[in-house]
């Protein structure tokens, strides 16, 4: 059995890990921390874990953390998980972020989209990018492993087979994709309060939403392009779920069969990815750890349609993807 511990397990994806973890068979779940007083249960935050998971909330220091478990999920928000990943990787334990702290390349990258000095730049670039249908070889031997950004993986797992073909341009992609509202978090915000985001639909952080650079530097890294992309986010008034729909142009004209082939080819032996004929929508993949994509040709430039739940895909499915391939797991396992 693989002891876990998870950080900012009062938070959105913390519960989501929680229950798929419950239904994992080769992991116990030792530590949930939070910064709450009194050690209360954690069932009293997430009612939904009554009688199932029977532990306090404690605030841990992370050697203390590090030696109740081996592996260690942080569901903390940015900058606030990399002050805390040297000292528990410092114990031992293997760290699984879902934060975008050591998504990025570079230190300067990371001031410029998040506003901070990174505290533990010298990881930044030497870090696993977990998203296995691509970085799959390199999670097994990792110690620390980024979790992927949920509007992140709905652009990058279409793009990267269209962009490695070389047929498509890498400088023209625009990327506009719909979120439901757990993708901000459970922490209330005046955007995802009740009578603002429901009945309505907005854009939010129009060119310059920083999943934007590590999409164009994720697919850098796997096709050695330099693309340059426009992403625009919008919330919907759903509680989970993300569609993406990306325009791509071919160099040269394309069928939309011989796309739906790079796809098909690319994913063939990927067993969360479904390359679909119909058009997704996101009540197809919702509690579940599929992407589904498809493609259509209109007018003579390529549309790539995506769908994800957030909270699987987009944070704790495939970071238990993440997990079942560090330790050599089926990588589906809990999973289906
Ligand atoms: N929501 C998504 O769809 C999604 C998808 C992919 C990745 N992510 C990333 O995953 C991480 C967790 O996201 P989430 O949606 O679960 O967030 P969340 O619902 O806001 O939960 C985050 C938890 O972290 C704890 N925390 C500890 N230090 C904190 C601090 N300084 N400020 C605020 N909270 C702090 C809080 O618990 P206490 O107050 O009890 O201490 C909070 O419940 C974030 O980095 C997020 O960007 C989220």
New binding site residues.
Partial sequence: MIDIAI?????????ELIKLLLRHPQVRITAV????EGRPEVSS?HPSLVGRLNLP?E?LSPEEVGSRAECVF????????AEIVPSLLATGAKVID????YRLDDAASYLEWYGHHHPDAARLGATVYGLPELFRSQIPTAWLIA????YATSAILPLAPLLHSQLFMADDIIVDSK?GV??????PKLMTHFPECNESMSAYNVGRHRHTPEIEQVIGRSTGLTPQIIFTPQLAPMD?GILSTIYIKPKKAVAEGDVMTILRDAYANERFVRIVDHLPATKDVADTNFCDITARVVRGRVLLISCLD??VK??AGAAVQNLNCLYGLPESMGLL
């Fill in positions: 950080l900012g397990a009062t938070g959105y994806t913390a519960l921390t939070s910064r709450q935050v909330l605030d942080s569901c903390l928000p940015h900058c606030t998980s879902f934060s975008a702290d979790n992927p950004g949920c979120s757990s993708g901000a978090g459970r922490s989970r957030n909270l987009g944070a």
